[in-house]
């Protein structure tokens, strides 16, 4: 029997957070590793960008990371399962992803990093996070379910895939699509020209100073986080938030302004099951921003344009 679910539907994977959260928040301390090795060794970009992780065809990336006169780069790989390490010298190694704690994959790790001849003076233990058990010492986590690690990065592919187009609006400053370690959320994050005040901080096991950084030009931001729902969900905030920010009519009508949170909200499935997913995430992000732009009076006829503005001339 021919499925009724269009293709653009059936590219949206669905995951529980609850059949996943004990391999999520193992993967999400493994990231902290690899994203702390890139931190070691690229030069800082404004907002900490150097630190992040990239959707890749196989799963996420460091991209190229600097090293001495080459570079190395370290993927996840969530459809052989493998967290592969290659170095411009010709040099690889590979540490397969499967049931293991967080201290004995932080050895295999640093042990291949050793035989690649990569020095890596990490953070021993993670940020961002109410318990940082250090690396080497958690055998707290220690799941890994390879199906909901494939069905995560395929959320991440269409998050990225959408947000990327999203990006190409702006003309502005805007950051690249592109995951937080920390929080283990995928984000992009406009900017209005102007400073900001200095950021509070508050993150657990992380230095506020780290915030002022992040925070230090006036931004809106929006991602995904898989958590905050049954499915994960989507995310929108301001910073500083303007007045009337939150009253402002954001779409699809399953979004919502939470005051816990002091964010807009959109549930992962809201997205999923709509008639056009694209569409639905896409209104999402707009009108988000719309929200900001609007509200904090940004020049948006200077910093916005048509992404499509040459086709005629290809």
């Known amino acids: 029997m021919t ?10 994977p669905r995951l529980r957070v609850a059949d996943w959260s004990d391999t999520r928040d193992t993967l999400h301390m493994w990231a902290q590793i690899i994203g702390k090795i ?56 590979q540490v397969g992803l499967a049931p293991k704690t967080v201290a004995r994959f932080h050895e295999e ?14 953070q021993s233990h993670p940020n961002e996070v109410q318990t ?20 995560f990065w395929r959320q991440l592919m269409q998050a990225d895939r959408v947000m990327g187009r999203f990006r190409s609006r702006f003309m502005g400053k805007v950051s690249p699509v592109h995951l937080f370690w920390g929080a283990m959320d ?13 950021h509070p901080g508050g993150a657990p ?3 506020d100073w780290v915030m002022v950084e992040g925070y230090s030009r006036e931004l809106s931001s929006c991602g995904f986080w898989p958590g905050g729902g049954e499915e994960g969900a989507f995310y929108a905030y301001a910073y500083p938030e303007p007045e009337g920010f939150a009253e402002y009519p954001v779409t699809p009508a399953e979004a919502f302004y939470s005051e816990a949170n002091g964010q807009f ?9 709509a008639d ?12 988000s921003y719309e929200a900001a732009a609007e509200r904090a009076h940004w020049d948006r006829a200077t910093l916005e344009d048509d992404p499509r503005r040459w086709d005629d001339r290809r």
């Open 276 to 287: 056009d997913p694209d569409g639905a995430l896409t209104g999402f992000l707009q009108t």
């Open 186 to 198: 995928l984000a992009c994050t406009r900017f209005s020209g102007r400073t900001a005040p200095p």
């Open 132 to 151: 940082a058990i250090p690396f080497a010492e958690d055998d707290r986590h220690a799941s890994y379910d390879p199906a909901a690690a494939h069905l």
């Open 38 to 93: 890139r931190l070691a060794h690229a030069p800082l970009i404004n907002h900490w960008w150097q630190v992040t992780l990239y959707v890749s065809p196989r799963g996420l990336t460091t991209s190229a990371v600097p090293y001495r006169t080459g570079a190395f780069d370290i993927e996840f790989d969530f459809v052989d399962h493998q967290l592969r390490i290659r170095s411009s010298d010709g040099g690889i190694r």
């Open 205 to 207: 096991n992380c230095g």
């Open 265 to 273: 909200l959109l549930p992962y499935e809201a997205v999923r099951t």
């Open 109 to 122: 790790t640093m042990r291949a990093l050793d035989e690649l001849g990569i020095e890596a003076p990490i």
């Open 3 to 12: 499925s009724l679910t269009s293709p653009a539907k059936q590219a949206w």
